[in-house]
């Protein structure tokens, strides 16, 4: 090295600092002050390698390693331990009606459906110009996510995500088919949202619901007290299998055929099972017998979810009759479509006023009776007396609470009464018509059935 040619003040001998050591040019010559300061040229090499890594590799904690390595937005087909967060997520990611849990759609997503239950929720997300869906599922502490979701055949959501696990979201999110690890559950809710309503089920099923088979996917369902109806199809219009569990077992039936808007099959017990949006009709092909259970909730393909109304406590004789009134105008076209000609356990008769057992009852009584009756029975349902004549209650404004099963004869109806605990002055056989004699009530007493 040599001198620069300009000259530093008191600094430009050979004792000039390091500092300035980028003011010269190399020589040939060991006993510059460069050679002298061997640790500044190393630091300096290591610095220049320092800014080459964070350009092309980033570097933890500075700006240049979140700009260059970045992850992309709606990275699909990820699996992990943990629910996905609002961490840049913006305002339309999110509904009002979404529970914490529910993660919220990523960035450019907006939500379309989501579900809770206890240990898991479902989230559906779409975002303008893609085909695709965003689904997150999460069971327990894990949660699976893919922005590469399709539409069902059966009107749902079909998600596929990393390590073989997949997801079936359907009847509105109601119902999420979850398959990991080679295990499926299935998970009801009553607790959803799709498309700008709530959803979800009032009355869940009870015990282990069997997942869809290969091929197909959840087509209809329905659910009364601890019985319980679940279809699976190939499309929306074709049913291929059905699981019935009548409160204690489970019977599997093959394929399921449309007739006049109902959806009929028949299991390997020999039961024909016969579904509509309000009522299930089970028949023994062995007892020659049917029945007909009006449903609390079910999906069925093209109308949606039906729940049906649920009375409340009365706070007042006033609300009592509002209450009983809305009953009444629920399931008096159920009973004219389904119980006439056939036999039906009544449950009570009564009208405000009226003593009976020591008892004078008012209306807030007999709402609240049947609201209990209706806890216990989910099938039971309120006439005003005067629209039957087969009842033959007149004089006063009677109300009729019936179970609302049907039977073909009057003794398996007495055998209900027996059966559930009743005595024979308050549960006995009666069967609802219009213009047939009247009283057509069976009594019955304990020896009918051996005791």
Known sequence: LRKPTHTVGAMSD?????????????????????????????????????????VCFGIPGTGIHGLVNKPEAGASGSASVAA??????????RVASMPASVPSCPRGWTPTTWASWNGGNSLVCKAAGKSTFHVNVT???QSYSTDGATTSPTGGYVANFDGGASAIVAFAGSLTQLTASGVSTVNVTSQAWDNGSSSGFTAVPSGHVTACPSGSYPFSMSVWGNQWLFTCGADQSNGTSFVYNNGSTSDAGGGVLNMSGKFCGATMDAYSICQGAQVVTVSSIAHATTTTYPTQSSYLPGTGVTNAYGPQQASSDTDARTTMDAEIKQDTPLAGAYLVGQWTPQL?????????????????????????????????MMLRSADWSTLGLSGHDWVTMVAGISFTNAADANRWCYAKGFDSDNCFAVQLGHGAPDQTMQKWTPGHFGD
């Open 348 to 380: 009570s008769a009564k009208w405000d006023g009226v003593s009976w057992q020591g008892k004078t009852w008012s209306n807030q009584d007999i709402a609240n009776q049947f609201r209990d009756f209706k806890q216990k029975y989910s099938t039971a």
């Open 139 to 141: 069971a327990g502490s």
């Open 84 to 93: 996905g967060s609002a961490a840049g997520s913006d305002a339309s990611a």
């Open 14 to 54: 050979d004792r000039t600092t390091c500092a300035l050591i980028s003011n010269y040019r190399w020589e040939s010559s060991h006993s510059s002050p460069l050679y002298r300061c061997w640790w500044a040229i190393v630091a300096y090499v290591m610095v220049l390698a320092l800014i080459v890594a964070a």
